[in-house]
Each structure stands twice: as structure tokens, then as C-alpha cells.
């Protein structure tokens, strides 16, 4: 069993006297300490499944279970505990930081909104915090504007890490940090994993960012997984060419020398506005793939290999063929 299952979720949302679909029959797993990728551009509805795991949007359809229970049937004390395993991280610490509290008051708050120990035990809790997310204790004194925006991560790391969480949702946690920051914050994320056991369900637009540290990856377009599996082999020989499209945006040596060199087409265009009506492939108008069966037939999520899925009607002509 899965630490987090989620099936044929549809959450959307009212826009001109229509319900527009912002994710659109999801199934996603995240093992017990496992690390899962999710990603896709902008508005493709990664944040609306996260906001819909943690309760903060309504599910229009479908079902999101922690650890086997449903989360809809969850109440009183056991919602309670729903909400201290499951953590999220943001994209700007800063935003979810009071600017009158410090670090180390922001950080205690969350112990004792809990009633989890006295003031020693919890200040030393804190100190423990802000140690194993890699600042030094001292800064429990500091404001959130006398750090850096990666040191303000690792405060937001270190607060979702509070009440010991077994997943913790992180959305876009380094699109707004430096490279060279954002492998620091990754890095970290990676060790604590590892060290707290702690499942990460990752989002993130960029492929690259989750390629170090998630095994699985699902990629969605428009509300859609349009293809999953572990995260090495989807980034060397992507199946769908949305997939194909982000990784050449990232590129890879190892996945540069799997395709012989061969040129891959990036990314064209914007996704539709949200709302618009696409017959078929909904990623048929920026596929330089697309036949005339991708603007008529929706493509099915169907298996390619064991732990390979894809939703495209080329994929297996196309995987086949480069089987050589
Ligand atoms: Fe492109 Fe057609 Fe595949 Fe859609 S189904 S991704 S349009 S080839």
C-alpha cells in the first residue's frame, strides 16, 4: 500500500457559469519515503492537485487516500493528525513568514498551536530544526528579512519539518532560488529523505530539477498525466513529446547520446488558455507529431513497459521504432 493514492481525481473550478476541469482524472502514488516528481508548466494543475491532497480545495471527483484511509471520511482527531503528517513547502518562504516573528518564534508556534512539549523541549526542538536544514541555531533570533532567499528555504524546509511529517508537498520550492542555490535546497531535501524518511511529492515545471532527486516521475499537461515512470529512463528516452519537448529544454548528456545525436523539436507555443475546448490529443496544437487522428481521438494513459505509462497514439510506434 502507498503512503498517498490518489484516483481519477478531478478537482475544477467555476469560470463564466462553467465548471472548467484544473485536473482531470489523476491517478498518482507516493510510496512511504519515496521521492515523486510532478511536472509541467504553469497552470497545467499541479498546484490545484496539491491544494486538493491537503483539503484546501474541494474534490470535484475521484479519491485521495492517506496511508488507506480516504481523506473525505476523515474528522476531529484523525483530520488533526492528517494535517500534522502532511507538510507543504512554498514557493516564496518569504510570503508564508511573518516579518514581525522571528525564525525561531515562527518555528515554536507550530509546536505549540500542537501542544507538542514545554517551552525547553520545544526550543530545543527548534535549535534541532534550523541544525539538521543546515543553519545555525543562532539565527532563531534573526528576521525572515535578514536571511537569503535560500536560507529562508531552509527555514521553510525546517517549519515543514516541525511535527515530523511523512510527506511533505513541495511546490516549486527552488523555481525562485539561484542555480547554484537551488542544488544546496535540493541537496538538502535529498539528505532529509534519507535521514528523516520523509516522502517528498515534488512539483516542479522544470524536469531537470526533479531528475536528482525523485525515482518516479508523472508528467501532466492540461490537467492530464500524459506519461510516469522512474524518473532516469523518462528523462533519457522520454515517450510523449510534451515529455520529449521539457527534457530537450533540460539538457542531458546521457539522454544526448541515447538519441544518437538526433535534433529534438522544443517546446512551441503557450498551453491554451484554461477553459478552451480541444477535440482529441489536448496537446495535439503544439505537437509537431500531430496526425489527423490526434485532433479527433483522445489518447488513452496506457502502458508501455512495466513501470513506463504514456498517453499518446504514436508512443508505441514510436517507442518501437527507436528500439534499435
Ligand atoms: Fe502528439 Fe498525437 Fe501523441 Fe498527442 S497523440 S502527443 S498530438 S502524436
Not at 501542544?115 to 543553519?135: H, K, M
Amino acid at each position: 500500500m502507498s503512503l498517498l493514492e490518489i484516483e481519477q481525481l478531478r478537482v475544477q473550478y467555476q469560470a463564466d457559469r462553467r465548471m472548467i476541469p484544473a485536473v482531470d482524472g489523476v491517478d498518482l502514488t507516493v510510496g512511504a519515503a519515496e521521492s515523486v516528481g510532478l511536472v509541467g508548466e504553469s497552470g497545467c494543475g499541479k498546484s490545484s492537485l496539491a491544494a486538493a491532497v491537503v483539503r484546501l480545495v474541494p474534490v470535484a471527483s475521484g479519491t485521495v487516500r492517506f496511508d488507506g484511509q480516504p481523506l473525505e471520511q476523515l474528522r476531529g482527531g484523525a483530520l488533526r493528525r492528517f494535517r500534522r503528517r502532511v507538510q507543504m513547502v512554498f514557493q516564496d518562504p518569504y510570503g508564508s513568514l511573518n516579518p514581525r516573528m522571528t525564525i525561531g518564534a515562527a518555528l515554536e508556534e507550530a509546536l505549540a498551536v500542537h501542544g507538542l512539549g514545554a517551552r525547553p523541549q520545544r526550543l530545543e526542538r527548534v535549535a534541532e530544526l534550523l541544525q539538521c536544514t543546515g543553519l545555525d541555531p543562532g539565527y532563531a533570533g534573526r528576521y525572515p528579512h535578514e536571511l537569503s532567499g535560500g536560507q529562508r528555504q531552509r527555514v521553510g524546509i525546517a517549519r515543514a519539518l516541525t511535527l515530523r511529517p511523512q510527506l511533505i508537498i513541495a511546490d516549486e520550492p527552488v523555481s525562485a532560488l539561484d542555480v547554484s542555490v537551488q542544488a544546496q535546497i535540493l541537496g538538502l531535501m535529498s539528505e532529509l529523505q534519507r535521514s528523516a524518511g520523509v516522502a517528498w511529492l515534488f512539483i516542479a515545471h522544470d524536469l531537470a530539477v526533479v531528475k536528482h532527486m525523485c525515482s518516479r516521475v508523472y508528467v501532466m499537461y492540461l490537467g492530464r498525466i500524459v506519461e510516469s515512470g522512474l524518473t532516469t529512463a523518462v528523462f533519457r528516452r522520454p515517450a510523449h513529446p510534451y515529455t520529449e519537448a521539457l527534457a530537450a529544454a533540460a539538457p542531458d548528456i546521457d539522454r544526448a547520446l541515447a538519441a544518437g545525436g538526433a535534433a529534438v523539436p522544443l517546446l512551441r507555443g503557450e498551453p491554451p488558455a484554461s477553459g478552451t475546448l480541444i477535440t482529441g490529443c489536448p496537446f495535439h496544437p503544439r505537437c509537431p507529431y500531430a496526425r489527423e487522428i490526434c485532433r479527433n481521438v483522445p489518447p488513452a494513459l496506457e502502458n508501455l513497459t512495466e513501470d513506463r505509462r504514456c498517453s499518446c497514439h504514436l508512443a508505441r510506434e514510436r517507442w518501437d521504432a527507436a528500439d534499435v
